[in-house]
Structures are given as C-alpha cells and as structure tokens.
C-alpha cells in the first residue's frame, strides 16, 4: 500500500497476546514524529471484548451451529431442486462447479464461501447503505441533487456520493499485513519479520493533506474524478484489495437510484449518528434511520399495501 503519511500506522507484533498489543501500540508505533495511534485501539477493543467480555463463545459456536443447519437445508433443497437451467443462483452456481480434477465443492466449503458472502459481502454493503442513508438525509442540498440526477437518468453525482460515503464512513476501520522479509522500511521506520502493519483507514481518510477539509461531507470532490487507490482505501489496497469492490459499487449504485426515485427521503436536523461496531462493520448507532415517503408514481414492493392495512387494523 502506498502513500505513507503521519499517523495512521501501528506495527504490533503479530502473535502478541491482546494486552501485549495494547502496550505495543503506546510504544512501537510507526507513524508521523513518533505520535500515538489513538484510533485503531477501539477497534482492537473489538478483540478484546471478544475474548474477555461475558465469555461469548458458547453463544458464537452455537450460532454457528444454527447456520451450518440452515445452509445445510440450503444445499439440500438446492441439490433435489438442481435440474439444469431451473436455477442459476449462486448456491446452484457453486454446487455444480468442478475442479480441474473433475471433483465438486465439499458441503464444507459451500458453506464457508456463503458465509463469506454475508460478512464479507452483505454486511459491509448494507452497513455502507445505512451510511449513506444518514448522510443524506443530514445533507439536503446533496439530496436534492441526487433525486433531479437520478431523475434525469444519470449518475455521476451518485456514484460520487458512493465514494464520498465511503471516505467519510468507512465501515472497516482497519486493514492489516504481516512483514514477511526480514525487516520493511516504510519511511524512517523499520518494522521487524513477523509485525503486523496496521493501517487505520478513517485516519487516513480524515488527513487534511490528503483530503482537503477533510471532515466535510462533500461528494463533489470526486465528481468525474476516479479516487486515487492509495488514498481512499475503504476496500483496503494492493494484491489483497477486496474481491467484491465493483460488485459492492454496483449494488450500492443501483440501491441508491432506486430509492431516490421511488422515496422522498426526508431531511432531519438531528445530530450525526455515532459510530457503532456491529462485530463485522461499524455502523450508524440508530441504523442509519430514515423517514421516507412514496413519490408519486413510485413502483411500490408488492407486500407494502397488504403490510399498510395490517397495520392500520392493529392501530399502528
Ligand atoms: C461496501 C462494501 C465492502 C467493503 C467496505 C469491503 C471492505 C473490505 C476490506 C477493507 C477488505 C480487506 C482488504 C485488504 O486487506 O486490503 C476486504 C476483503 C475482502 N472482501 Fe470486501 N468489502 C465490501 C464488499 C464485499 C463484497 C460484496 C464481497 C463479495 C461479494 C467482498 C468480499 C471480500 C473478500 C473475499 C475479501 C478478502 C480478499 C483477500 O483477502 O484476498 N467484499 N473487503
């Protein structure tokens, strides 16, 4: 990863016990004059919290035991429903996908890339969307923009929103790499065979050298102008960038279209959301709450009229 700036690297070593780490990042951080990395500790909390708070684990083993059913049912259903050219979604895809040497996916390893898909995939795209949602609706000026765009059939403007989001609210904070050769130089420090580098993204994003008025929520700054990887990197950088970046742009790109023409999404005066860690992403603490409105001539979702009049009888 490129463009090395100031504050937002910690090099810990990378078998270090969690206190080890907490002590690591007082003392060895690799950063601008030396200066604290205050930020990634939080999400170091995360582990933390994992290992010492109320003893989660049973709770997780069993969680992932109701999973591993349901996917189980998934793959049978799958399975007994696999006539060729039936279904052709992802599950179908990846059962009936071949090595080279002829044999099939173990039910196993069905599993786990599904499960890739919910916390890699689904998660920080939906988490982002919240994001997104927030931002907005405290951004009126933007909104408004976006709703005549969208109605107009175009999309730079969205698309820039989408990686202005991103840079604003990121919703990884942290990417991470191993040092492998003996020792990395990055800038005036050396970090030793076997530290993990630890590069917090928000800082990076939030670096007025790098994002002039940095904290200010303005899409323009990328209107027609592609982000530069080493400096906007909320799907991490270099060979292990993520996997599903065009995938999670494209979706959040057509999420967004719909909603700005199917909904008045309504402005609030309320505070910012604060962050909330919700395990995988950091979220809006509220959700990301939204006060909506069909427009006229909106395509509404089938449920909604039946899911209107349930309401109305309980006196909702
Ligand atoms: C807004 C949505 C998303 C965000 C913010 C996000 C963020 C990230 C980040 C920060 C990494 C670590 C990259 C690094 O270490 O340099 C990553 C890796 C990864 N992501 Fe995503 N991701 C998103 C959507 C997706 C989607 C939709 C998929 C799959 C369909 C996906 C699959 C993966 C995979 C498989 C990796 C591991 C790549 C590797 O280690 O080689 N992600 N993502």
Not at 236 to 263: S, W
Request: aromatic content about 6%; overall charge positive; some cysteine.
């Amino acid at each position: 990863m490129g463009g090395v700036h100031g504050t937002y690297l910690a090099a810990v070593p990378a078998r270090a016990s969690h206190a080890l780490v907490r002590r690591r990042l007082a003392g060895s951080i690799v950063g601008g004059g030396g200066a604290l990395v205050y930020r990634p500790i939080s999400v170091l909390g995360w582990g933390m919290t994992f290992h010492w708070k109320c003893c989660p684990w049973p709770r997780f083993r069993a969680m992932r035991r109701e999973y591993d059913a349901i996917v189980a049912r998934l793959i049978s259903k799958a399975q007994r429903d696999g006539v060729p050219g039936e279904r052709d979604d992802v599950l179908v895809l990846m059962l009936s996908s071949r090595y080279d040497d002829g044999t099939t996916m173990s039910r196993g390893e069905v599993a786990d890339e599904l499960l890739t898909l919910l916390a890699a995939g689904h998660e920080t795209t939906a988490t982002t969307l919240a994001w997104a949602v927030e931002r907005l609706r405290r951004h009126p000026d933007v909104l408004r923009a976006l709703v005549d765009e969208a109605d107009a059939g175009g999309d730079a403007l969205r698309q820039a929103t989408i990686f202005e989001v991103q840079r604003t609210r990121p919703v990884i904070d942290l990417v991470g790499r191993q040092v492998q050769a003996d020792h990395l130089r990055i800038g005036r420090w050396t970090v030793p065979k076997g530290y993990a580098v630890l590069v917090s993204i928000t800082l990076l994003h939030e670096n007025p050298a790098v994002f002039p008025d940095a904290r200010t929520f303005d899409p323009r700054r990328f209107l027609d102008v592609r982000p530069d990887l080493h400096h906007w990197i909320p799907f991490g950088g270099g060979a292990r960038r993520c996997l599903g970046a065009a995938f999670a742009h494209m979706e959040m790109n057509v999420v967004l279209r719909t909603m700005l023409r199917d909904v008045t999404l309504l402005p609030t005066s309320d505070p910012a959301e604060r962050w909330h860690l919700r395990g995988v992403a950091n979220a809006p603490a509220k959700g990301g709450r939204a006060v909506v409105r069909y427009r006229v001539g909106a395509t509404r979702p089938p449920q909604h009229d039946a899911a209107v009049r349930v309401r109305r009888k309980e006196g909702v």
